[in-house]
């Protein structure tokens, strides 16, 4: 009796069942992503030992403590994440436009363009004789970011938010990571509605959201907003 002989396996067919068995594997597996939140750490800054930093005031900083069950407390009150944002725009414009109207909240300073002018003067001067000089270098920044303001403003005059002013939140080693990017989210969305404002009232209507940084008269826009509602956030190490 003549043996039949076993065909072949197409080489290609395998090739095709090996396809289809990748494509249902990738449709089909579910893999975890984790989020996070890009940051650009400031850079790190030797302070000479003769140089005496200003004192930061309990009104200058926005507290908000969460504990290890998600709880918060901003301030002084036990608040839910919801009312965090309307506490965040208080501390900001409480004495935006009129200085001192509440004492408890972040102060504001009246600069104007005549006498930043003569303090920027002085301080390059300075900074001449002492190239090296960081508290120096620190302050011609700081005056040279005050005065782009002071030029984009009509009558040459503006209320500066104190430079020590501050966003500061602490957690413990319990708190959920989603709630930790909530507040991030919270307190941006304040800083730029308080940007969006400032930039309506500066420039003729135009929207914060609608300014375009790849153009340049856009940027220099976004940079001055940056200078007048900062957004430092200081973060103390988690506890238990």
Do not use: C, W
Request: charged share 30%; no cysteine; hydrophobic share 40%.
């Amino acid at each position: 009796m003549a043996r039949r002989e076993l065909e072949e396996i197409n080489a290609g067919s395998m090739a095709d069942i090996a396809f289809l068995l990748l494509i249902f594997f990738i449709v089909t597996t579910t893999m975890d992503l984790e989020a996070g939140i890009p940051k650009t750490l400031p850079m790190k800054v030797e302070v000479p030992d003769d140089v005496i930093l200003p004192p930061t005031r309990m009104r200058d900083v926005f507290s908000i403590n969460v504990n290890a069950n998600d709880q918060l407390l901003v301030e002084t009150e036990n608040l839910d994440i919801s009312q965090l944002e309307e506490k965040l725009y208080y501390f900001y414009t409480a004495n935006m436009y009129t200085p001192e109207k509440d004492p408890s909240q972040v102060e504001y300073f009246l600069r104007d363009v005549e006498s930043t002018k003569q303090e920027l003067g002085l301080a390059k001067q300075e900074l001449t004789q002492d190239e090296d000089n960081i508290v120096l270098k620190s302050a011609v920044s700081k005056l040279e970011k005050r005065k782009a303001v002071l030029d984009a403003m009509p009558d040459g005059k503006f209320l500066e938010i104190n430079e020590q002013a501050a966003i500061q939140l602490k957690q413990k080693a319990g708190t959920s990571y989603g709630v930790y990017i909530s507040i991030i989210n919270h307190i941006g969305k304040v800083v730029n509605k308080v940007k969006d404002e400032r930039s309506k009232e500066i420039f003729n209507g135009t929207s914060y959201y609608d300014l375009d940084p790849s153009i340049p008269e856009d940027n220099e826009k976004i940079k001055i907003l940056d200078i007048m509602v900062p957004d430092r956030l200081l973060e103390p190490a988690i506890t238990n």
